[in-house]
């Protein structure tokens, strides 16, 4: 009964094999490839995989990119696995979405979402959440006591912001920088007052959850560039990995226990 979690990023595919369709399931195998090259995938990483039992997949690139994928697994005639694709829902795993339109949360967020509470869960007595995702985009969502998700933020992430101001400032192409507390040049400018704009916006959104919820929250980071940004944030962040397959792993046990 093994089991592939696909999460299809703005940027990237990354990809996970499971010995089994359950939190904490052990790791067979992961990999990540960025969008130009799906196209290879039955031919390169997937080729020598043993056949999975299921696959779950969440994807925000795209239905164009989700059907190149469909058909990378179509190739695969012998893994005869139906691909599934989450869909935001009201009600998952226990979590709650209280977005004014629950469907047009992405998929990406829910699920880390849902994956955030399981940890949350599986620690002790309920307590809020802020669940961080630094990728293409920043995302920055609160999670009361109960599991119902109260909202939550979008940002650029650190490439979204220094494009558009090289695309907007004349002059101010540079290097990509580093974050310090007092840049002394361009390039150290443009990452710091990138990165601690996105540690304000965290910031304020733990304070608002704390007034909200009486608690002090977990906090949860995930993301490719999240190692850029938890050492800049003055709050006890756990970077988590796998928070979206994580995730997976969650709605697909409780799928087959329906």
Not at 78 to 96: M, Y
Not at 234 to 245: A, G, K, M, N, R
Request: proline share 6%; charged share 20%; with cysteine.
């Amino acid at each position: 009964m093994t089991f592939l979690a696909i999460d299809i990023g703005n940027t990237r595919l990354k990809w996970a094999h499971y010995g089994s369709p359950q939190p904490g399931a052990r790791l067979l195998a992961h990999g990540a490839v960025f969008l130009e090259t799906i196209d290879r995938l039955a031919d390169t990483e997937w080729k020598h995989l043993p056949p999975p039992s299921s696959m779950l997949g969440c994807v925000v690139a795209g239905e164009g990119i989700r059907r190149e994928v469909e058909e990378q697994l179509e190739q695969l005639a012998h893994w005869q696995i139906e691909p599934r694709w989450v869909v935001s829902t009201a009600h998952a795993a226990g979590v709650t979405n209280g977005y004014d339109h629950p469907n047009r949360l992405g998929t990406d967020r829910w699920v880390a979402l849902i994956g955030a509470w399981q940890r949350v869960r599986a620690a002790g007595a309920p307590r809020p959440a802020l669940v961080v995702m630094v990728g293409t985009a920043v995302t920055v969502d609160a999670l009361d006591e109960t599991g119902r998700f109260i909202g939550g933020m979008i940002l650029p992430g650190f490439g979204l912001m220094l494009r558009a101001l090289e695309m907007g400032t004349a002059g101010l192409k540079a290097p990509t920088g580093e974050v310090v507390d007092f840049p002394t040049n361009t390039s150290d400018a443009l990452m710091s007052g990138g990165a601690h704009a996105m540690a304000g916006a965290i910031l304020r959104m733990a304070d608002k959850l704390r007034a909200r919820t009486g608690q002090e929250p977990v906090f949860v980071m995930t993301g490719g560039a999240a190692v850029k940004l938890a050492p800049i944030v003055p709050l006890p962040f756990e970077t988590v990995d796998t928070l979206i397959f994580d995730g997976l792993l969650e709605l697909q046990s409780h799928r087959l226990a329906l």
